[in-house]
């Protein structure tokens, strides 16, 4: 998988909003890109980790944390959509969001399959079978409000989505001599369309039938 830098999609936007700087026509770009991904869990990325002997903490309702970076790279997961421990389905019947500060105390007496994300890189889920020995996972992933390229499957894919959320953001913009709500408009309509039409392609599955085993389950933030 390659990656393509974000002004890419500023040169398919600028011709419609000129005299527009590019330094502007980038940032909501890259705003429409993280709108996007996050709206509809577009990027994936799925793996598998190995659980060592005495790696489950007992203590603190048989949790485990895995440090995701070396799968996610610069990417910061959004939701995790399917979860298997050892071959079989873990369902989480809770979910916990982001926070700086332990929610430890108030969950280590309740046995209940749940995971926390602690931080970027980090995942921690609950109520692990002391026995486990490898976790698989799927998650879905959006860039960095820092990032310069993206994955080049967005552009190949979503290119005319993330141009008509680019031109909507920029052409409402008031008093500007780019300023056009018309057009505008129109643009909000057709993003809209494609939203809808990248969640219907993540719920239903690539193959398209539908994936009755798909667990969803958000992770709140930016």
């Known amino acids: 998988m390659g990656t393509i830098a974000i002004t890419e999609f500023k040169n398919l ?6 005299p527009c700087p590019d330094p502007i026509v980038n940032r909501e770009c ?3 890109i993280l709108d996007f991904c996050k709206k ?35 990417l910061r997961p959004v939701t995790v959509l399917e979860i298997m421990v050892d071959g079989a389905s873990y369902v989480p019947v809770a979910r916990n969001i982001r926070n700086t500060h332990s929610h430890f105390d108030g969950k280590k007496d309740e046995r209940v399959k749940h995971f926390w994300i602690p931080n970027n890189h ?3 889920m609950f109520d ?8 698989w996972m799927n998650i879905s992933v959006k860039p960095l409000r820092s990032a310069t390229v993206v994955d080049e499957e967005l552009f190949e894919d979503w290119s ?3 141009v008509a959320g680019t031109k909507h953001k920029l052409m409402a913009m ?13 643009n909000r309509r057709v993003y809209r369309k494609y939203l809808s039409q990248a969640k219907q392609i993540i719920e239903r ?3 398209g039938v539908y994936q009755e085993s798909v667990k969803w389950k958000s992770f709140i933030g930016d």
């Not at 990325?45 to 790279?73: C, G, H, P, V």
């Not at 008031?174 to 129109?186: I, M, R, V």
């Open 30 to 32: 890259l705003t429409v």
């Open 40 to 74: 509809t869990n577009i990027l994936q990325r799925d793996f598998q980790i190995a659980i060592e002997d005495d790696e489950i903490d007992a203590d603190m309702q048989n949790s485990l944390e895995f440090d995701i970076s070396e799968y996610a790279n610069d």
């Open 13 to 18: 936007v600028a011709p419609d909003v000129l």
């Open 174 to 186: 008031p008093g500007k001599e780019w300023s056009d709500g018309g057009s505008s408009e129109y």
């Open 128 to 135: 692990m079978p002391s026995n486990a020995t490898a976790v």
């Open 122 to 124: 980090s995942i921690r």
């Open 205 to 207: 599955g690539r193959s």
């Open 160 to 162: 005319e989505a993330i």
